[in-house]
């Protein structure tokens, strides 16, 4: 039974934008604090925005003022909404459980495959 499935992702022109949709098992869901994660090519996987069952939500500097957590509880879901894309955003997207707050923190455990967003002219 797969745990965390993302999907969403694509090839689009800087300044474009995509939403990105992660559906999560509900024993990983209700650790209540979600997050989005990227990473590059060559680089490390990084949070970028996390939300908290309350709606609270928070984002990794490179990203703040363009890109959008939510979450629809009852679905098991979160969603990263993403704006004025930039090629340095091109990665892959991972969905898994995060701290209230940006971290380097990675939760253990299995991940999903990710979807793959590419920001290009």
């Known amino acids: 039974q797969l745990q965390l499935v993302e999907s969403g992702g694509g090839l689009v022109q800087p300044g474009g934008s995509l939403r990105l949709s992660c559906v999560a098992a509900?024993?990983?869901?209700?650790?209540?604090?979600m997050g989005w994660y990227r990473q590059a090519p060559g680089k490390q996987r990084e949070l970028v925005a996390s939300?908290?069952?309350?709606?609270?939500?928070f984002y990794a500097d490179s990203v703040k003022g363009r890109f959008t957590i939510s979450r629809d509880n009852a679905k098991n879901s979160i969603y990263l909404q993403m704006n004025s894309l930039k090629p340095d955003d091109t990665a892959v997207y991972y969905c898994?459980?995060?701290?209230?707050?940006?971290?380097?923190?990675?939760?253990?455990?299995?991940w999903g495959q990710g979807t793959q967003v590419t920001v290009s002219s």
């Open positions: 939300i908290t069952s309350g709606d609270f939500s």
């Open positions: 898994n459980t995060a701290t209230p707050y940006i971290s380097t923190y990675m939760p253990p455990g299995s």
């Open positions: 509900a024993s990983i869901f209700s650790r209540n604090v």
